[in-house]
Each structure stands twice: as structure tokens, then as C-alpha cells.
């Protein structure tokens, strides 16, 4: 017979940042698509923040800008560890 071993080691390995988002100017109504992505074991979750409240998740956020999504915008990734890695980009929505 087969004797599977159940014995796994599992590293885990803090989230970092591969991509992280570039600061963009766009005019209003167009839109603006920021990217981040991390690595880590377990597979890092990103989460898009702005003044403190989640505005999405995932790899890629995508934005139809008004006026008012002027601002800074963090890309958070974690992992269930202690340890969150964040990089910032800033939006710059001008006027038509």
C-alpha cells in the first residue's frame, strides 16, 4: 500500500508588495485604474483605502472619477499575520 505523508510544512511568509500603484492625473468622468499586488503565504488580500474608509479590493481598483475622488489612495495588503504592507497613490481629478 501507499502511505501518504500528513505531514505538510507550511512557511508563512509576511505579505510584500510587488506592483504598487502610480499616481495618476485624469480629467473628470474618465477613469482611473490603480493596481497593487502582493505576495505572502497565505495569499495576501488587498484592500483600497481612502480617508480611512475601504473603497475596494483586489489586485486592480477601477474608478469613474468625479471631482471629489481627488486624493490619496492606499493599497493595504495582509495576510492574517501581524504584519500589513501599505503603498499610497495620489488621484488628481481635474475639471473638464
Do not use: M
Given at each position: ?12 511568509v ?56 481627488s ?26
Amino acid at each position: 500500500g501507499v502511505s501518504l505523508n500528513k505531514n505538510y510544512i507550511f512557511i508563512v511568509v509576511p505579505p510584500s508588495l510587488i506592483t504598487t500603484p502610480a499616481d495618476l492625473t485624469v480629467i473628470e468622468s474618465a477613469t482611473a485604474t490603480f493596481h497593487c499586488n502582493a505576495t505572502g503565504n497565505p495569499n495576501p488580500k488587498i484592500t483600497w483605502i481612502k480617508d480611512e474608509k475601504t473603497v475596494g479590493s483586489g489586485d486592480t481598483f477601477i474608478i469613474e472619477t468625479k471631482r471629489n475622488h481627488s486624493g490619496k489612495y492606499w493599497c493595504s495588503a495582509g495576510n492574517g499575520l501581524d504584519s500589513t504592507v501599505n503603498a499610497s497613490a495620489n488621484l488628481d481629478v481635474q475639471c473638464k
